[in-house]
């Protein structure tokens, strides 16, 4: 069988080390793996499948190596500079960042709702964010049948979406010392900011989720708006997701089609209080679903309650998802 | 001037201990006052204005002794048996319990809101569940101006709601110590679960904002939905609300309306990182109203984020500037 090689930019950020925590568990077809980071964080040894690397700084000619894929969590400009210049070497990028998310020429893929998307990547895929890969994998299926109208997104994000320092302010804010990551103190409170504010008074974050969705799930026109807010949680991000559909439904069906869909885990039996937790998705790649319940004050709606690791399915997971679906397309061409 | 007696059921709960804490700082024409709890707290010392007062239990004949107004936070059993009896001796009641905050015989009541609801009580007046109270008053002006069509509350709920019980499950899950109040450990998680599940799939807290907002703001057919969530934060609750409107409106006058209405704090200008916080409201009895922006997805709507001291403007200030508007109106009829 064919063998490829993988690159992994950003090895030693949060998410490089969960993709290969991730790596390390899987078989895929993969003959050689390459490490790399920026100058700062070049050096570090890494134990990868009983053996060991050195992490190398992320240069030019990196990518001279001929890799099959690449898998990069180093940044956005890190991203911007890169990626063309390993695409332009016949690697394939799945890029981590925001850079490319809204270009054109860049599909937006989350492996149970585009897959094809990537199929058609001219060398750059990019993975959306955290927040919005687990809100459109249950949305995905409740568009196909019942059309959605409106999306209401209120987040619970977890600090370990920003990364190390997200983590180290957690920590250290639980102890009274000032944050440095985070404009006020995590501990203690709910921060209505991630990433910056624009101009429409929206963050960064917020418009994110706004406009991916809309580009993963190919509904340009789908109203949608967003609340997103920094819990002190560690890991695994929780959303409310109010939804109005079109048609009528039945929420039975609803449950099902929920259940039936790849990558979701329906854990919605409130009677015997099973609901998603963060503490239950953490280090699971499914999106946890439940709290279904009809919306009366619509025509057809309803509210859900939709868990997920941000660290695995929010990024790392997904990433590699995608980059095992194109070995697998490539190896059925053969 | 005339002087008045005041007393005080559940004196040795979170609210009760409050309330003692706020009436200490305040100069009411109060010239008596009394406390009383369970069987089991009986007996404890309190210091009040300079006095020591002895903690009684709450008997059928507490009220024997004349007072003019009471002050429950004792539990819904407690303020179902006792409520009456004190009402007909002629002691208004300020009920903090759900026991008959429905009942239309009982005026439901946040002071810069429906106070003259409050003086037309037979005897018992209701104080809100905590996180209805911080969303109906920035509610309120709005309704007022622009006709509220819609309301989608996402709430983040302090672990101080669910009394001294919950601030231990938050202590003592962080430890790594199993819950004793809440099903989950609250620490590094956010449960969607306060109160009971009902047939519907709402949790009663879910359907008290929904009815009590109604009932308020005199709406009592206004479309809400909610989703209500325990996060690990030790107290003042924030709420993402959504907010859609009969009529257009400008989002500058909304700022307006917000910043010039009795009890709010227009805490808004993300320019600057300035939006409302757990951390800022504790300890103050003032609504704070932030990041409030166009929704884009409706014809007319906004997104706001609301925070208040849940244990104060929640629920012990609201009961104290109720029994104070009610002693202010009597000395002003003499």
Redesign the interface.
């Known amino acids: 069988m064919k063998q490829f090689k993988l690159a992994i930019a950003g090895a030693t950020g949060v998410v490089g080390r969960k993709a290969l925590e991730i790596l390390e568990s899987m078989e895929l077809p993969i003959s050689e793996y390459a490490f790399f980071s920026s100058k700062k964080s070049a050096g570090t040894k890494i134990i990868f499948k009983g053996k060991e690397y050195t992490v190398r700084e992320l240069k030019d000619d990196s990518f001279d190596e001929g890799f099959d894929y690449a898998i990069f969590s180093a940044g956005g400009d890190t991203s911007k500079h890169f990626s063309p210049i390993a695409a332009s070497k016949g690697c394939i990028v799945v890029d981590n960042s925001s850079a490319f998310r809204m270009d054109e020429n860049v599909p937006l893929v989350v492996p149970e709702v585009n897959i094809e998307d990537a199929y058609e990547n001219k060398g750059i895929i990019a993975n959306p964010n955290c927040s919005t890969i687990q809100a459109v994998v249950p949305l995905k299926p409740l568009d196909d049948k019942y059309k959605i109208k409106?999306?209401?997104y209120?987040t619970?994000q977890a600090v370990s979406g920003a990364g190390k320092d997200g983590i180290s302010d957690f920590e250290n804010t639980a102890k009274g010392l000032p944050p440095t990551k985070f404009?006020?103190?995590i501990y203690?409170?709910?921060?209505?900011?991630i990433d910056v504010?624009l101009d429409?008074?929206?963050t960064k974050e917020e418009m994110k989720m706004i406009n991916e969705t809309r580009k993963i799930l190919h509904r340009p026109d789908l109203?949608?708006?967003a609340?997103t807010?920094r819990?002190?949680?560690?890991?695994s991000h929780?959303e409310?997701i109010?939804v109005e559909f079109e048609n009528d439904f039945d929420i039975e069906d609803i449950k099902n089609l929920l259940k039936n869909y790849p990558g979701i885990i329906l854990y919605d039996d409130?009677?015997n209080?099973i609901?998603?937790?963060?503490?239950i998705a953490n280090g699971h790649d499914e999106v946890y679903v439940?709290?279904?319940?009809?919306?009366?004050?619509?025509k057809y709606?309803i509210?859900m309650?939709v868990v997920a690791d941000n660290i695995r399915k929010g990024a790392a997971s997904n990433a590699i998802q995608i980059v095992e679906a194109l070995i697998n397309k490539r190896l059925e061409e053969k």
Chains 1, 2 share one sequence.
Not at 188 to 193: G, T
Not at 231 to 235: A, E, K, Q, T
Not at 290 to 295: C, E, K, L, V, Y
């Open positions: 409106r999306i209401v209120s619970y404009p006020y103190p203690n409170n709910c921060l209505p900011h504010f429409n008074g929206y109203k949608i708006t609340t807010v819990v002190p949680v560690l890991n929780s409310s109010n409130v009677k209080n609901y998603p937790l963060a503490t439940g709290r279904i319940r009809r919306d009366e004050s619509v709606g509210n309650w």
